[in-house]
């Protein structure tokens, strides 16, 4: 994220306001939809980016907030003809350093889940096998007659 460098100080190196709120909200756009999922077409806007990451990924309602204010901020220095200067460049960039470090928390956490999720299905599948080989049957057929007697239970 911005010039692979994401901390206060990388954002803050520039000078103008529009391109520190414009390179920061295009960073988090671009996490949102790459790792999160979130949708990527032109109808929806940051704020249905959002909203779709705090879905799927259980986001806490205070890194929801500060990527709502990101936005905000965007779309008033964007769209509003007397808002030309942030109230706090140094606030925008640690608010954007505190919503990036939460998702990409969220992402480690999520990779450490479905490594041990992977561990599970091998240690089950190594489970099946050798059950299996010791009823004298094919993992089929093993599978098969459990199938039988989970459905008469």
């Known amino acids: 994220m911005g010039a692979n460098q994401s901390t206060t100080q990388s954002y803050l190196q520039y000078k103008n306001d529009f391109e520190l709120v414009i390179r920061a909200t295009k960073d988090l ?5 790459t ?3 979130a949708p990527s077409s032109k ?9 779709h990451a705090q879905q799927s990924a259980n986001l806490s309602k ?11 901020i965007r779309n008033k220095l964007v769209h509003d003809h007397g808002f030309n200067q942030l109230p706090d460049r ?19 956490k999520r990779g450490q ?9 091998s240690f089950v599948e190594d489970i ?4 299996s080989h010791l009823c004298g049957v094919g993992v089929c057929g093993f599978l098969d007659r459990l199938l039988v007697i989970h459905k008469s239970v």
């Open 90 to 108: 140094r606030g925008f960039a640690l608010s954007y350093d505190s919503v990036e470090k939460e998702l990409k928390e969220v992402l480690a």
């Open 43 to 51: 109808q929806d806007g940051l704020h249905d980016k959002i909203t």
């Open 128 to 131: 099946v096998e050798d059950v």
């Open 62 to 72: 205070e890194t929801v907030k500060k990527m709502r204010y990101l936005v905000t």
């Open 35 to 37: 790792q999160f999922g």
């Open 113 to 121: 889940i479905m490594a041990m999720q992977m561990m599970c299905v």
């Open 29 to 33: 756009e671009h996490l949102l939809e």
